[in-house]
């Protein structure tokens, strides 16, 4: 991790560099991400930039640089809400969006994974269902006309078990998991 | 082009059962027959799986597209989130056939695979290019006199590759289905903003979204607008729920009802504020009682 300076900016140590980690992310369909100019038009547009530490145009220039340890763990990276604004104005045609999606698959396989996360990811793999259903709804929905239960996993047993051996065989529960390296 | 199988996905038929009822409701009207996907899961979310892992993203969204391609039907959505995963997973699986390769292998563990021979749409989409501004003019019983403030979210628009809209930063079509309604729609800040619940910020940083929905919320209530009108239950969610949750954390009080628009065009076509789902919503919807 970089260290400050006295004057407040921050050293980037050449053993804190990982070249390889662009690789990573050119290897995983982020190939674009090399036509970077850091003009800062995603940050300019960015509504979650507006209020947090989270800057697209840092997190670019860090990812070329191969700060990799610095981008994966920067609890920042979780707060873009995928309005694909900066991917919508990049002047270089970067989809950005997708270069930030990348960027969280890669934490993701390191281990990296918000606590918050993985309860909403538990729910998902328990039920097929992010947001799955509780008493509450089921009283309404017979109040409305509709079926108690919705006609989807959350009604065929057996869809579930197809559900959950999909996402067993893609090995998604350990990712969902996280690991040793998680902040 | 009237036959849809209909994804119901998470938010709607287990937050806001009233969107699915009006949906249901309204079908018949246009002329709409409904298939049933049963069996199908969460779409998955873009934000909350394609994030996390691509693969498994894009191999769940394929198996919902399968359950619509067994019924050999075009897929509906209500919800840009759904839409954004199962419109998006569909243009990737049909143009590039590594991807589709990889995701029927694994597909073919349960039985099943991706042929590409359906497409997916939004209501929204249905209801303004197939139904028509007219058609909707028509089977309005009541034209109501509000205000309204659209937000039409992001998905539905962007990324704009994968869309049919003329544009995504100045869009019109959610206004001009909501105006033949007869309602007035305001314009506000930052319109085209985002809600903050997106990319799983609602459910991993929260304290984030909900201050960009605080932003949004200050800009709509200063235009004296009586009501929300979305098109995607996430969105619809973080401005009903996310009203409740500033009011707890952040200490400031919006009042603002929230309506999907399938909820507006059912009550513009008979429906009551109960019919459409009124009990689920937070911000109560009783100050649209006087207006209707």
Redo the contacts between chains.
Sequence with gaps: MPTSNLLGGSVIRSEDLQAQFVEEIVKAGGEKIRLCFQCGTCTGSCPSGRRTAFKTRQLIAKSLLGLRDEVLHDTNLWTCTSCYTCTERCPRGIDVTNLIFIIRNIAVKSGIILDRHKVALGYLIKTGHLVPITDNYTKLRKELGLEEVPSTTHKHSEALKEFQQLVSKLEFDKLAAGGEDRK | MSDYALF?G??I???Y??I??AM?KIAPILGITLY???????C?????????????WL??AA?NICIAEAIGKNVLTMCNGCYASLKDANIILKNDSAKREAVNK??S??GRSFRGSIDVKHIVEVLYNEVGLEKIKSIAKRRLNLKAAVHYG??IL???ELREWKS??RPTFLDELVTALGLESVDYQDKM??C??????R????E??L??TR?KLRNITRTGADVIVNCCPLCHLQFDRGQVEIEQNLGENFGVPVLHYLQLLGICTGLTLD?V?A??HNVSLETLASKI
Excluded: I, W, Y
């Design positions: 119901l998470c938010v038929p287990n937050r059962p009233g699915e009822a249901r049933e996907m049963d069996g199908a899961s969460c998955p979310a873009p934000g909350v799986t394609r994030s996390f892992d691509s693969q498994t191999t769940l198996r694994v597909l563990e349960v992001c998905h962007k990324p704009s995504h930063e903003m985002c903050g619940a997106g990319g799983g910020v459910s991993g940083v929260p984030v979204g201050d960009m932003e019919e789902g009990k689920a």
